[in-house]
């Protein structure tokens, strides 16, 4: 899941990135609030979840959580901070946190948290993303075609994650790699080209009916 991580503390920024990055999350750091809230007023639907530390230089964090949620940026935020008082607990929650980590606390629980985030009953989380004959899990990753299984890489995964989130509108290039590489990656190459290259082989996308390639814009998921 493409991740944001908005730390001041930057080695401990760096132990979480390197952390989820070990559990198939695609991170992208940053270490202020009025920061985090630009990025993620300009990239809205860029990220799935936010791990947002309460106690920032410039705004805090509660103030990051109440601006996403009056611009209507509805993307699931767990709070971190290092305050475990019941009235600070309220406090976060009340500005539009979904969930709340007291520091110190281990990366398999932090990992646990983001993935019940994910797997809330919302439109674009649902547990599985299911498009023609084709059903992917949330949950454990896997891609069923015709009750069979079909392996996936890493990025393969979160390529077709994408795309299965927007059946039938045109995906660019630019969009796909801002998904699902984090966001100091620069590729000149045609390296997104390859990986669906290598989805349509799995899948057994020979005429390439499913994952169309529209010239000069990008791809697009067919429904049948």
């Keep these: 899941m493409k991740t944001l991580i908005i730390e001041d503390n930057q080695k401990l920024a760096a132990s979480l990135k390197k952390g989820l990055e070990g559990e198939g ?66 406090e976060g929650l009340q500005s539009g946190a979904d969930d709340y980590l007291v520091k110190p606390f281990a990366l398999s629980e932090l990992t646990a948290r983001l993935h019940a985030l994910l797997r809330r009953p919302q439109a674009t989380y649902a547990e599985e993303l299911v ?26 995964y979160a390529i077709l994650l994408y795309l299965m989130r927007n059946p039938e509108r045109i995906v660019t ?17 045609n390296l997104v080209d390859v990986k669906i290259k290598n989805i349509r082989k799995k899948i057994g996308d020979k005429s390439a009916l499913i994952i169309e390639t529209v010239r000069g814009a990008g791809y697009r998921l067919n429904q049948s």
């Design 131 to 156: 498009v023609g004959d084709l059903v992917l899990s949330l949950a454990t990753h896997k891609l069923m075609k015709r009750k069979k299984e079909i392996p996936l890489t890493e990025k393969e």
């Design 173 to 189: 290039r630019q969009e796909i790699l801002d998904h699902a590489w984090d966001y100091d990656f620069t590729s000149f190459s």
């Design 25 to 90: 999350f695609v991170v992208d750091l940053l270490h202020d609030g009025e920061a985090g809230f630009r990025r993620l007023e300009a990239a809205r639907e860029t990220y799935d979840v936010v791990v947002l530390d309460r106690m920032l230089p410039g705004i805090d964090g509660v103030e990051v959580c109440r601006r996403l949620r009056k611009a209507r940026i509805p993307t699931p935020v767990l709070m971190l901070t290092a305050k475990d008082t019941l009235e600070d607990k309220v």
